[in-house]
Structures are given as C-alpha cells and as structure tokens.
C-alpha cells in the first residue's frame, strides 16, 4: 500500500487497479475461505473486464487453485517480500518446467 502511494506521488497517475481488487483487500484477514475464494475469482473477472493493458493482462484469468488455504498462503507471501524458493514452493508443484534459472527436471 505504501508503494502505492508513493508511485502515485511520484508520477502523478492514479493506480490502475480499482479500490476493493487490490493485493491488500485480498490480504484482509476477514476474508477467508470460500470468501477469499470468491473473492479472489471476482478480482480475476473485474480486471480483466479493465480496458488497456491491464485488462489485456487478466482477460483470460483463471484462478487454478484450488485450496483456500494455499490461496491464503499464496496472497501472504505476495504481501510481504517474496523469495525465490516461496515461489518455487508454489510454481513446482503446478507445473512441469521449472522457473528460469532452475533446470528442468524430467518426471519419472
């Protein structure tokens, strides 16, 4: 949220991203479950409903996970500063390629 104000400052723009679908309402620990689910999915739909290169971006959004709890885990650490292996911790298991950098292990 600092971030954002602070870039807004800086450049004079407003955030793209509407008030109410932003990283920190999702952060909310009011919301959990099938709420934060819901919510997370409803994010998806708006933004990518956005004109320019924002809803270019989320058109075709899909929200693939499918256990709240990893959803909240997921959105924690985005909050906060993310390390390469928290995102390995979440990429590995959904897909077969690695990130960049890492090599491709085959599946046996």
Same mark, same amino acid.
């Not at 819901?38 to 708006?46: A, C, D, I, P, Q």
């Not at 058109?59 to 390995?88: F, G, S, V």
């Given at each position: 949220?600092?971030?954002?104000?602070?870039?807004?400052?800086?450049? &004079?723009?407003?955030?793209? +991203?509407? /008030? &109410?679908?932003?990283?920190?309402?999702? /952060?909310?620990?009011?919301?959990?479950?099938?709420? !934060? =689910?819901?919510?997370? %999915?409803?994010?998806? #739909?708006? !933004? &990518?409903?956005?004109? &320019?290169? !924002?809803? !270019? +971006?989320?058109?075709?959004?899909?929200?693939? +996970?499918? =256990?709240?709890?990893?959803?909240?885990?997921? +959105?924690?650490?985005?909050?906060?500063?993310?390390? #390469?292996? =928290?995102? =390995?911790?979440?990429? /590995?298991?959904?897909? #077969?390629?690695?990130?960049?950098?890492? %090599?491709? @292990?085959? @599946?046996?």
């Amino acid at each position: 949220m600092r971030y954002t104000r602070w870039r807004e400052r800086l450049t &004079g723009e407003r955030q793209p +991203i509407p /008030a &109410g679908y932003r990283w920190e309402n999702l /952060a909310s620990p009011t919301t959990e479950g099938a709420e !934060l =689910d819901r919510h997370y %999915r409803e994010t998806l #739909r708006v !933004l &990518g409903t956005r004109g &320019g290169m !924002l809803g !270019l +971006i989320f058109e075709k959004a899909q929200n693939r +996970i499918q =256990d709240p709890a990893k959803l909240r885990r997921l +959105i924690t650490l985005k909050t906060r500063r993310m390390t #390469r292996a =928290d995102l =390995d911790e979440f990429v /590995a298991p959904h897909s #077969r390629e690695r990130l960049p950098g890492r %090599r491709n @292990r085959a @599946r046996h």
